[in-house]
């Protein structure tokens, strides 16, 4: 293998950019597992996306993965696997680089949270190598079942939308509004609780999501479109994160 497919390599991990077909089956078959879908995940975004494995040197199993997409601005965004679910018009006027973050899936044996940092250091050396200056994706919640969710939905909804120039629009058809839960009390710390821990960084850095949830019965969640700005990012999280990254 190159060496220069390693992105880097902390403890017993190490964080690499798949090579060939058999990185791709191993990507999809995690997936797969996490989902829980009765077929192999794939789709034809697997082809257009460059795709992230961090590995357990000692058992050389993958236990993490995730893709990534780069445009050059927001002018292809409709294209993007987002641009399925969601009407990004407005962030059509974007004008710098982008990545969309997918399919991120951790191997449910390991509860290592080194794991999730390792990640992060990877999208920030994908970030500065790029001059990326947004991250985009859609953020799950576990079922499809929308009452589980409802303290996290009412958090994102008081605390977290997406500012009105950049907000995603309705594009399916199957979705949950969040101003439903415009007068629904809820504890905070709670809320938070049950937000996604990838998505709960994503908050903590200054993302933002979409004013709804899709419903996915097809990949058994509930998703919400979530953006990052990197100049959003806090600068000692930023100096941080550059620092751990190398």
């Known amino acids: 293998m190159s060496q220069r497919a390693e992105i880097l390599r902390k403890g017993n991990y190490r964080v690499r950019f798949a090579h060939g077909q058999i990185d791709l089956a191993a990507t999809q078959a995690l997936r797969t597992r996490c989902f829980g879908t009765a077929e192999m995940d794939l789709d034809p975004f697997d082809a257009l996306c460059d795709h992230v494995l961090i590995e357990d040197l000692r058992s050389r199993e993958v236990v993490c993965s995730f893709r990534v997409l780069e445009l050059g601005d927001g002018g292809q965004i409709s294209a993007s696997y987002s641009g399925q679910f969601y009407d990004l018009s407005r962030l059509a006027e974007y004008p710098h680089p982008m990545i969309e973050v997918g399919r991120f899936c951790s191997h449910p044996e390991w509860s ?52 009105e120039h950049w907000r995603p629009q309705a594009k399916a058809a199957d979705l949950f509004w969040f101003d439903d839960l415009q ?48 100049a959003a990012i806090p600068a000692s999280r930023q100096r941080l994160l550059r620092g751990l990254a190398g």
């Open 112 to 163: 290592d949270p080194d794991i999730l940092r390792l990640a992060w250091l990877a999208l920030t050396r994908i970030v500065e190598d790029r001059s990326v200056q947004m991250l985009f994706g859609c953020s799950s919640f576990a079922g499809t079942e929308v009452e589980r969710h409802l303290d996290a939905f009412a958090v994102l909804q008081q605390r977290y939308l997406a500012p």
């Open 183 to 230: 007068c629904r009390k809820t504890d905070g710390a709670k809320g938070m609780l049950n937000v996604p821990p990838l998505l709960r960084s994503y908050l903590m850095m200054g993302g933002w999501v979409s004013d709804h949830a899709v419903i996915d019965v097809e990949l058994n969640t509930l998703h919400v479109f979530t953006g990052l700005e990197v």
